[in-house]
């Protein structure tokens, strides 16, 4: 996470937190200077039933909220610092207006600041890498699918 020029007033460690397909992750915390790396890679896994076809699942995804939020512990329960908020579906899957990483499709995003904090929005840069796979149904599912 970049952001040019700005100095956090509180020194307090800080982490990204992740809430995706309903699951939450964060990630380790680091210190409370720009830029910010994690390197850390956050898993999150889901089965969805009565899906077959993916464009149905298209549609859950576009329905589902992706929402990450840059936290800093500042006590007693820690401050938001900034948010960004985007459909599951163009979060996983973007425009293809990206720049081609090393470890597949590196993106950039600009992140909405939260009331506390002062300076021009942090920027995040990540990749996503999905895998979807079919599952073979069960004798007793067959009928219901």
Do not use: W
């Not at 020029?5 to 990630?27: A, C, I, P, R």
């Not at 915390?29 to 956050?42: D, N, S």
């Amino acid at each position: 996470i970049t952001c040019p020029g700005v100095q956090l007033k509180d020194k307090e460690q800080l982490y990204l937190s992740v809430f995706v397909l309903g699951q939450y992750n964060k990630t380790e915390c680091v210190p409370a200077v720009f830029p910010l790396f994690f390197q850390e890679k956050l898993v999150f896994e889901k089965a969805f039933a009565n899906i077959a076809d993916p464009a149905d699942l298209v549609k859950l995804l576009e329905f589902d909220t992706a929402l990450l939020e840059l936290i800093q512990l500042v006590p007693p329960v820690g401050k938001v610092l900034a948010t960004y908020e985007e459909n599951t579906r163009d979060f996983l899957f973007p425009d293809p207006k990206l720049t081609h990483g090393r470890r597949g499709l590196e993106r950039e995003i600009l992140m909405k600041r939260s009331p506390f904090f002062t300076g021009i929005a942090p920027k995040l840069r990540f990749s996503t890498i999905c895998l979807i796979s079919d599952s073979p149904l069960s004798l007793g599912e067959s009928h219901i699918q």
